[in-house]
């Protein structure tokens, strides 16, 4: 596949690109066509299609994968595709992850691994409360699969979400063995619910920014009253778990200025919050020493708090001392 | 009426009180017995009802006012009545403002103004909301006519809520003449409904405390989820609509670490934060000068961050200059 | 009239414009000529006068509204106006706001209301006080009624003290009635003065910026020591009262970080720095949103604190429904 | 001298101590005795004169030193002196610094050193500023000799006020040799003028408390102020000098945050900053491990910010190590 | 065994207590006695040998377990025991967790732990330092195991310091699995030793409190000291891997404000500040829980910033519906 | 001598320079040629030498002294010289003040100062250990003579850091005489040690940036273990004498967020923080504004934590008045 940002002047393209936007315009002269966005995990760029019409051009929507094939020239000094063919693509063609920044874990064995840890939860409210939005919840299970853990900062890609919810559970998981003050099923079904406002303040890829509802009222409101929702559905769901869960989820932030409206008053509360931030942290730093160079300075980094590189790796003459 | 704080050894009592708290005990002979604390605004008294099951003794519940006769005795340099009497008390026989802190504004008064405010909010989603709470839904109204606004430091007394909310409704309606940018509508429902979640967070009085709800997930959450549950329940409320409402109760703390999740995005809650505050402040000053004399230092005062004393009172004299 | 940004190459313009700045210069050749700068609300222009002693050209001096005929030309890709004839202008033949950002209110309007307002404060020595600064001092009247009320952020133009002093002046008399702990006179005098060390801190208009003392000494001490210079010519000010008002501008910020080398300590100064607060926030809100799209978000803005957004308007189909 | 932290029941007391207060009552039987507050340096002890008419009693004030003659006697375990005797005691019959806490160091020494202090300055404007506080204003040399620098934490003590601004220019003396950007003049006419509004803010020992002024006003503002009207006083005071000193009062404490409504702008400013809080930090340690063990901890100290001790005496061995 | 907190006056007592402190005193009368303090886990109780020569008391020093019979009294209200025979006791004949506050986990199982960790550490030259601290150098060792964590907060018992250093090695040993970038020799090595400076801030039990060097030094330097001692003792020592290992201990409180000079920069620092973190809450929290009753609040507990509670247990009910 | 920064096309140059970066290259045509850096103080500019292997071009290494000759031309709009002789410069043929920024004090007369200090230094230990650095280590002496006190900010030139280091111990000498509780020796001591980490923290002109370890430990951390490390060398140092003068040095940045492990808690250290402090802003508000227009505003500092200006200066007509 010839990527976005390889594209040069006098170049014919013909390959799949997602089709960001699409608008049909009329030109001065009373002409029609259209403007397009293609990208992929490279780079955005504008197409034309000035005869809309032809025989060549077949039937498209924006956010479609779509094969193309025409010119590359140079616009206002940017690269312009004019397209003489295009179709949709059909699934098997692309790699969704030439388009998309993804998650480097298997989105079908994250999903799975979540719903087995649903199995260890004892408490049989718990238990139907996490199956109605992991194994009933449709809309829900599809939006959170794809949906990113954050606009930037970590996990920012398809699956992002998922990935930070598995590795947030397992955390706990181990709290729960290291730590028998904490009550496995409470901690647990904490940890697997406490973003899921996310899938409402985030949209969906290639997007990925911040909804109205997001901004306005956040994930931390939002996830809570969702579970709320659910719970009212569960018959004789007990109140005072619900308020200890509701609690959690409240206070995973772990204080005031972060954005929790309550700060960690029951030990799971504090655990969850330990597990949140640390897995938000070390995924940060990984992405951040990601293809750098061990040993060289990357200056100050703001949500890791300081200047940050990448450790010296163990060279063999050191080994072999 | 004779205050608990003025009794003594000795003294016969024949008067009302508060019945704060009642058990059914046993002596070491197995002589059933009852202990009670009486309560009135001046103290809380032991009280013991050695017979029972006598004659003189009537039904009667805790947090009943209730009608004793009895002898004042001394029990481990306590005051105690040992009563001989006692009946429920009559509605009129009382001034429940002896017993406990009451505002000293009308309750009905008060309230019938509240509704008088819903006729001038026009948006026909925002009228049925209000509505719904405050007059509609008995038992809210109930609750919200008798709750505090606040365990302590101001507004600590029996229709405090419904006092501090046509306070800050008051200053919102002066705020939406005064800057046109405002939205009468939106702002002075959000004012009504601003702490709302308070009838969850404080129990009703004699105990006026946070119960576990009010700790676990606090007014500002539980009044953002009431609005959501009663929104649901109007046909087609707009979504926009209803979220940018749940944005000015979310957001009237003013700043994260006040307990908001959101700070204010929207000029309607800006000017609830400004109101809440204002009235917030002066009502806590109010209460710290009163009975205080005029010019003399009170000494730090945590709520309002410093020393302070009730301004000098204008003269004779200089009036007279 | 055609304003500056409005321009083109080889325009010739005839119109009236503020001359900001004027300069006599010499050519390399010896020759003399007059370099200005012209201004109008929209923008900053450079003008030359390549012949300042021909027939065409009048009297006039910095900060004249002047009238200017000549051909607009461009020099280092910016817009130059050569000038070949200039008068200054009379008082009738230009209007002011088409120069300078002005207060939307009518200056005298607001000056009378004020002056009202001093009527309604009784304590002799209070009223002299004011009236020594609103009615007696015509360089102070001056100077407060062209002042803005800051540089940037809020009130930016010309009458914008006046503004600010009046709206705060009117959310302190609302107050003096809803909360009666509150000394009328005391208040609403403080609430006139509060600010008027701006005359100092701030140049007039279009300079508009901060002046050395203000740098060095601020509004707050500026004022009060104004304050103390005029109270010191009213016969027997009881010091008292003059301790107490000037207590109300120092402290009107509210906290020592926001330059306050006191915090409230009186329940006056507290209603004060409220009314201060309020005005300023909500008008700076306005200032943000206006002529701005409903519903979306404008980033960050610094002196509110987040990210906001102008009020989703209520449409017809919500009124209707 | 018998201290009063000595007197125990049954002595009988002969010696001339400090009357801080002295009021004349009625006992239950109508007859008229004096009830006063005898102090020194150790103690506060309750005395009475039941026979204020009697002829050993002879006239005197409070604040009088006076010479007493009576019993010790308990009453409500507490000491109290039954006075029989009593006279005004003459200026050479007592050393005050039995009396009150007074500096180490000799007042008039000080003073002297002061005013050698105002020859080195050589602007004719700021020398004669000077002298009109420290030569020409008796009031002022009077209450600024007796002042202490503070109500407690460092140089809470008689003539405390003129030893820290004694030690405050000494240290800019050595600053003004060591860092040449300095003005000689103006930065020591800051040294000596900085604290001058503590005469306002302080009341004169034995009481040594904050005044009604300095509470709502402050040092700082008064300070500023004070200088205002003397320089008011001096023909052509320039301008700008006025508003430079100033400026270094008004920002002595160095940030916001400590009660200067500015932060340094000149470099004056900032030596002065610190070395006021050079002398402060340093005079508050030294009074607080003054007559402690070395190298015991002495616990947390508010003023300096930690655990605090007396650092360890070298020991004989080591000097011959 | 009979605890301190339970003798009253007049019991014969004949049991093993730790002599926490012994000094042999002279009467007024020239007669020497001893002065000891009994300490056990439920008080430290004052006792008196008055004949220390007589034949029932046999030696023993300060910090010995000994066998002690006497009387009971009181003086000056405070319980008081008169030993008449005393001996040093056999190790097998007390349980020294009833005496000092132990940790829950075998002292030696931790150690053995501790130890096979070590195996898993393949660099050479962290290996050997490793062992040079936690196999040969028996000093250190013997106060590793022995030492608490914290004088109070969180493992304030003897083993303290080694359950913490084992739980967070545990926590980052996982983390390396679920953190590929994390490097698992120096991390592992990191948080072996990130507390070993605590052996030099704190004196052993039953003191347990920070010695001079803890409060002037800081275990932070000296822990990191002491590995550049250990690391000069092995030949050819990376200096890089040093470094990098000793950033990790310097940076392990992840912030300034928290005493460390260096905000992690490393991956490896910034998960051990995770780990020791997540520990030293989690135990905090389950300490504070302990024994408490569940649904209970228990106010506010400063290091975890808030008011607290044990989580409401699920009962049969829950668990049958 | 001819600045760099005065080059221009078409110029000759023939000076010495200091050869900052050298490397051999290779042509597209596989021809070498090398590629230098020149810098003197006014620039740094590219140098090619196309012919390396000609006669005129003698043998040197980066940061030599070079004697070049060559012409002048324009590569990519920016000066390039083409190099056609080169040579070694002889020690006396430059002024390295011109090719770097220096202390405008004398480098030996400084170094010469803080060796007398040392003799002032009566305690044996503390005498012996200065002389392990001063005297006796030469490479620490070298270093600490070339040496920056900062990368930027202040002192950011060849022999500041020893500058600074007079400059605090200056002050703490002058501490000594005013306030007697000092302990001369340990503060003169703490003094002249309090930066000595530098020399590990940055690396030699012309580079002068934080080198590794600079970064992962600190010049804190550094400095303090270097002291150990000379101390472990002198028999006998007292351990308490040790420990007092490293805390001295952990806590001179006198807060916890400013890098200091622990605060001052002998008033030694606290005099040092002060000291340091003091020359610091000073230094670095004299380096802000020498060569600045008095009276001229700078805009915000940032380590000053304001706007500034230098200080207007007193003119002829003010003194004469």
Not at 6 to 20: F, M, N, P, Q, T
Not at 168 to 178: D, E, G, S, W
Not at 207 to 215: F, M
Not at 269 to 298: P, Q, R, S
Request: hydrophobic share 35%; net charge negative.
């Amino acid at each position: 596949m010839k990527y976005l940002n390889e594209l040069a002047e006098g170049d014919r393209v013909s390959d799949i690109y997602l089709c960001k936007k699409a608008a049909t315009l009329t030109t001065k002269n009373g002409k029609e066509y259209m403007s397009l966005t293609l990208m992929d995990k490279t780079a955005n760029t504008d197409a034309k299609i000035w005869e809309p019409n032809s025989e060549g051009i077949g039937d498209f929507d924006e956010l479609d994968y779509i094969y193309v094939s025409g010119d590359v020239t140079v616009f206002n000094s940017a690269i312009q595709v004019n397209i003489r063919r295009l179709r949709r693509a059909d699934d098997g063609e692309y790699d969704p992850s030439d388009y998309l920044p993804m998650s480097p874990y298997d989105n079908d064995g994250m999903y799975n691994q979540l719903k087995n840890v649903i199995e260890t939860v004892k408490n049989p409210f718990l238990n139907r409360l996490l199956k109605s939005f992991f194994v009933d919840d449709e809309a829900f299970i599809e939006s959170f699969r794809k949906c990113s853990a954050a606009k930037t900062v970590h996990h920012g890609f398809v699956g992002g979400l998922m990935q930070h919810t598995l590795a947030v559970t397992r955390l706990c998981k181990f709290y729960t063995k290291a730590y028998t003050a904490l009550d496995h099923d409470l901690l647990i079904s904490a940890a697997m619910l406490h973003d899921i406002g996310k899938v409402r303040e985030l949209s969906r890829f290639p997007e990925n920014d911040y909804t109205d509802d997001g901004q306005l009222l956040g994930h931390i409101y939002m996830g809570t009253e969702m579970i709320a929702v659910h719970a009212a559905g569960i018959a004789d769901f007990p109140a005072k778990l619900l308020s200890e869960l509701q609690h959690c989820i409240l206070a995973h932030h772990g204080d005031l200025e972060f954005g929790s409206p309550k700060t960690p008053e029951l030990i799971e509360a504090f655990a969850l919050h330990m597990a949140d931030n640390t897995d938000a942290k070390l995924e940060t730093f990984t992405e951040a020493i990601k293809d750098k160079e061990a040993g060289k300075w990357l200056g100050m980094n703001r949500p890791l708090g300081g200047n940050i590189r990448r450790t010296t790796e163990w060279t063999a003459e050191e080994s072999d001392a």
